[in-house]
């Protein structure tokens, strides 16, 4: 990994940065450019986490791994005091390589082997099962422990939105929880001492074509904040039920991730935090865990792209191509991304599709309002942060440089991919 220091302009924040030396740094290390910066990051953190905090006696934030988890990123977060939620064996290993102890990461996810459970265990990790496999998968490493294993259940809920069926998780309603919570101690080899539930990005059916590329479903975001308080009842309900029928008393209720961002987190902290101060005595106050992802990381990156062609379509409508395309920025499968054009004009603003570089008629990033674009000119896509860079693929081109801005500071923090890089 190279190091570089290079001056960076008076303000020094990621936007100063891009404003005055976009060539600069498309020259030094090349177009697309992904710019991440370390002052958001903390800054989403310290917002999020004071949020909670303020309102609620014992809380954890562990940071979702999947959203990001280049190794430098992840150490702007840990340093910020902040656990880890990783969702496989393979995210755990990077917890750990980072030196974050097992008692501060959340192992959650449907697919976890035996050997990584053993070590989980081991190690004092907190473990949220998704499916009853998992489960007597557990039992058996705990009859060969001779021990009792702690562990969460992962729940999955009505709360009002209109989903396709939650693949997580045991299901509430129809009583699979209840039941699970039944087996597990009626053999007495596993205390469930916590309960999760993550409110995922949902997808539905939709009505209208709407012009996104994935036609046909369509991504509801952001969800709201009601839909937290019915899963924090919900999930205070489930635990008072089960302290009175199987005696058992919740050590952490684990409300997931998938709040927007950290602006206006008021009310979805409020969501949260009521029901569980109303439903528990206060000496008996389970601790409160969040696993945001995007609302910490997706505003602390954009990408800087370079126009390489302008055309008119058959029907007259203007597009550009850039050099960045869906393999770099696969949610543009969900959402026409948001693009800043840095030639300040408003000459000659029209509605332009925005295509990557692939040979893919679905390989399109936006449809936005720009100035006339020539070859040459760079755009940024921003807010690009959360859940691109790791699903970002060697399709067609290869991957870009990403760029931690952190002070004064620049660093590499993925190196640019180059042939060799194939062999
Ligand atoms: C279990 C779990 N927690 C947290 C997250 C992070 O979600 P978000 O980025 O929407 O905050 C995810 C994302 O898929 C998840 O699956």
């Known amino acids: 990994m190279v190091l570089y220091y290079i001056v960076v302009s008076s303000g020094n924040s990621m936007r100063d940065l891009i ?17 991440a910066s370390a002052d958001k990051i903390k800054n989403n953190l310290e ?11 014992i809380t954890a934030v562990a940071y979702s791994y999947k959203v990001n988890y280049l190794p430098e990123v992840l150490k702007v977060i840990h340093n910020q005091g902040a656990w880890a939620e990783v969702a496989s064996g393979f995210e755990y290993e990077v917890a750990r390589k980072l030196e974050v102890p097992g008692n501060l990461i959340v192992f959650n996810g449907p697919f976890k082997t035996k050997d990584q459970l053993e070590k989980a265990i081991d190690e004092g990790a907190i473990i949220n099962v998704d499916h009853s496999d998992e489960i007597e ?12 294993i702690n562990i969460g259940i992962r729940l999955n809920m009505e709360v009002g939105i209109d989903q396709l069926p939650d693949r997580f998780g045991f299901n509430l309603e129809s009583g699979e929880a209840r039941q699970i919570v039944a087996r597990c101690c009626k053999k007495g080899l596993l205390k ?18 709407d012009n996104i590329p994935a036609k046909g479903i369509k991504l509801i ?7 937290y308080r019915k899963a924090s009842q919900k999930l205070v ?3 008072n039920d089960i302290r009175d029928e199987f005696d058992l008393k919740m050590e952490y209720l684990d409300m997931g991730g998938g709040f927007p961002t950290v602006n206006g987190i008021s009310p979805y902290v409020n969501a949260i935090v009521y029901p569980i101060l109303d439903g528990f005595k206060e000496c008996d106050l389970p601790k409160l865990i969040l696993e945001p992802g995007r609302a910490i990381v997706s505003d602390a990156a954009d990408l800087i792209t370079t126009v390489v062609a302008v055309k008119q379509l058959p029907n007259g409508q203007r597009a550009v191509v850039v050099d960045a395309g869906i393999n770099l920025l696969p949610t543009s499968f969900w959402k026409f991304q948001d693009i800043e054009c840095l030639k300040k004009t408003d000459n000659n603003i029209e509605e332009t599709i925005v295509y990557g570089p692939l040979c893919l008629q679905t390989d399109i990033i936006s449809k936005t309002k720009l100035p006339k674009l020539n070859a040459g000119d760079h755009l940024i896509v921003k807010n690009v942060g959360a859940y691109n860079i790791p699903q970002s ?26 042939i060799k890089d194939m062999f």
């Open 221 to 227: 975001w952001p969800k709201g904040h009601d839909s």
């Open 47 to 57: 917002v999020f986490n004071s949020a909670f905090s303020q309102k609620y006696p």
């Open 19 to 35: 404003e005055s030396k976009i060539d600069q740094l498309t020259q030094q290390y090349g177009s697309p450019l992904f710019i």
């Open 137 to 148: 998968q557990l039992e058996q490493i705990a009859s060969e422990l001779g021990k009792k």
């Open 393 to 418: 693929s060697t399709f067609i081109y290869a991957q870009p440089a990403v760029i931690l801005v952190n002070g004064e500071n620049i660093k590499v923090i993925k190196k640019r991919e180059d």
């Open 192 to 209: 469930i001492t916590g309960l999760h539930v993550h409110l995922t990005s949902y997808i539905v059916q939709t009505e209208s074509e």
């Open 237 to 239: 309900d489930f635990s």
